[in-house]
Nanobody
């Protein structure tokens, strides 16, 4: 079993920045993939970014390329999502997810085995 806890969400003005954290605990493997997803009211959950620990490769949704950066601190077993130049369209609940036996980044929801509880990000003036 793997437990994921997101943190770092909050209220930020347009153009501002936030850093989300996803702390993993439990029976994590050496090699796994972490994905960040978000869900706005009335919309489907969409992939934002993904990182695979097998080769440290990453992927991003087109809507966040150049603004968001996913990274990892292996000593803390934590994955981060640095979000810059935030816009109201980024407002959503952000979730991290964990996938076993995945060697490449993926933003397909059904690839992930465990999910965190989510953290709210609100971008508003």
């Amino acid at each position: 079993q793997v437990q994921l806890v997101e943190s770092g969400g909050g209220l930020v003005q347009p153009g501002g920045s936030l850093r989300l954290s996803c702390a993993a605990s439990g029976s994590t493997l050496k090699y796994y993939t972490i994905g960040w997803f978000r869900q706005a009211p009335g919309k489907e959950r969409e992939g934002v970014s993904s990182l695979s620990t097998s080769d440290e490769s990453t992927d991003y949704a087109d809507s966040v390329k150049g603004r968001f950066t996913i990274s990892r601190d292996s000593a803390k077993n934590t994955v981060y999502l640095q979000m810059n130049s935030l816009a109201p369209e980024d407002t959503a609940v952000y979730y991290c997810a964990y996938a076993d036996w995945i060697t490449k980044p993926t933003m397909k929801r059904d690839s992930y085995d465990y999910w965190g509880q989510g953290t709210q990000v609100t971008v508003s003036s």
